[in-house]
């Protein structure tokens, strides 16, 4: 399995985010031959947030965690909001920057051959040897081109690999992200809290999805996402630092980047190449949480193609997406589903934000949140919950009420 003549990799990893750095790490810990192959100086936009059992799962140490969040506060299109406590648990933030390249240092120290330049093609040789070439940073007038017995394509949503490789992959579904990170607010407030993420589900900072404001600890993520195409998303992004006052708050940078909605139907092309993380469309509809989901996608990845290598046999490599799916397939058609109806108008959003205020949801999303799985140990709280969430969609139960004598809204 180690390199032979001409130089052949066993596995290229194209992409050094959290999926395709992931990968790298596990296969180069495993001793195999890996090169990542990473374009520098990009940044995904992202809100940064994970769950404890990616920390425990991954072995992220405390000093990438910039902040714990122990509360989250959803706004409704009226501005009233529902503050949901979490229980026993916390969200760890990471500011994608630091966090991503400490995952590629950690590829290297196992092992693995870090490049940087920018993927342009492969191709398939002899004994289906493939053939990658790829631009150094600063020499983009000079093609280099690496061999290898397998490929991971983790180069994200849109992904160049999939897209020479994987049909269908051009017509991923996306939603279009936009934030701003900004140095945090010195005075903490009711409009901010350095413990609290606060999510606006309003139509006119997204008519499809919602906006964010992260705390980072020093920094702060304020973003939005859409698929509407036209919206402005720095104008939303604008409209909500105004409406919150960190528009007086300094601009660190701004990213913008395309977000997958919905998994692929298949991840490889039945040789030797493999997509991961966004690149396969692993990020949860409704929410839009990633990376979590990504770096299991790579660690799957990872392991598909280690057997791949081993037996030989390219009907190995279908079996991440396999185990993907019956692991968390179901969450993510659940969550689409929501995403397709509560999020497709004001009413409605209205009404969800309600339905938040709800202990019953509060305790389960929490759970199924920081543990990611389906929670299972009180099955009369999933029937409350389901004539509840029916009360709403219906109607039955009005929006978010007001505390009785109080004339202002609430948030």
């Known amino acids: 399995m180690n390199a032979q003549a001409r130089n052949i990799h066993d596995v290229i990893v194209v992409g050094g985010g959290p999926s395709g750095a992931t990968a790298a790490h596990d296969l180069a810990s495993k001793g195999l031959d890996v090169v990542l192959l990473d374009k520098a100086g990009r940044i995904k936009p992202c809100g940064g947030a994970i769950p404890p059992i990616a920390v425990k799962e991954f072995d992220i140490p405390a000093s990438q965690i910039v902040a714990r969040i122990s509360s989250a506060r959803m706004v409704s299109p009226t501005d009233r909001s529902v503050d949901m406590p979490i229980d026993g648990g916390f969200v760890a933030m990471v500011d994608r920057d630091r966090f991503d390249e400490w995952l590629r240092d950690r590829a290297a120290e196992a092992g693995a051959k870090r490049i940087t330049g920018m993927f342009e093609t492969l191709d398939y040789g002899d004994n289906d040897v493939i053939a990658l070439s790829y631009r150094p940073k600063g020499n983009d007038d000079v093609t280099t081109t690496i061999h290898a017995r397998a490929v991971i394509g983790a180069d994200g949503a849109r992904s160049k690999v999939a897209r020479q490789r994987v049909p269908g992959a051009d017509r991923m579904p996306c939603v279009f992200a936009y934030h701003e990170i900004v140095k945090s607010p010195s005075e903490h407030g009711d409009e901010f809290d350095p413990t609290r993420c606060d999510v606006y589900y309003q139509g006119k900072l997204s008519p499809d999805f919602y ?6 600890g020093d920094c702060t993520s304020i973003g939005v996402g859409s698929a509407v195409k036209g919206f402005s998303l720095r104008g939303a992004v604008g409209d909500l630092r105004t409406v919150t006052g960190t528009d007086a708050c300094d601009l660190v940078r701004g990213e913008g980047a395309p977000i997958p909605l919905k998994p692929l139907k298949k991840w490889h092309d039945g040789r030797g190449v493999l997509l991961a993380g966004d690149a396969a469309g692993v990020v949860a509809p409704a929410s839009g949480e990633g990376i979590y989901y990504a770096m299991l996608g790579g660690r799957l990845a990872g392991e598909a193609v280690e057997q791949f290598l081993i037996t030989g046999q390219a009907s190995e490599l279908a079996m991440a997406r396999k185990r993907f799916m019956k692991l ?25 934000v309600s339905m938040c205020a709800d202990k019953d949801v509060q305790r389960l999303t929490w759970q199924a949140y ?14 409350r919950i389901f004539f509840k969430d029916m009360a709403h969609l219906l ?16 948030g």
């Not at 906006?211 to 980072?216: C, L, N, V």
């Not at 968390?328 to 969800?352: A, C, N, P, T």
């Open 211 to 216: 906006a964010w404001i992260f705390p980072h």
């Open 395 to 410: 109607g039955f139960v009005p929006a978010v009420p007001q505390p009785p004598g109080d004339t202002k809204d609430a």
């Open 328 to 352: 968390h397939g179901r969450v993510f058609w659940v969550l689409g589903i929501m995403q397709k109806f509560w999020y497709s108008s004001d009413k409605r959003r209205e009404r969800f």
């Open 370 to 383: 920081m543990h990611k799985e389906l929670v299972k140990a009180d099955p009369m709280a999933h029937v």
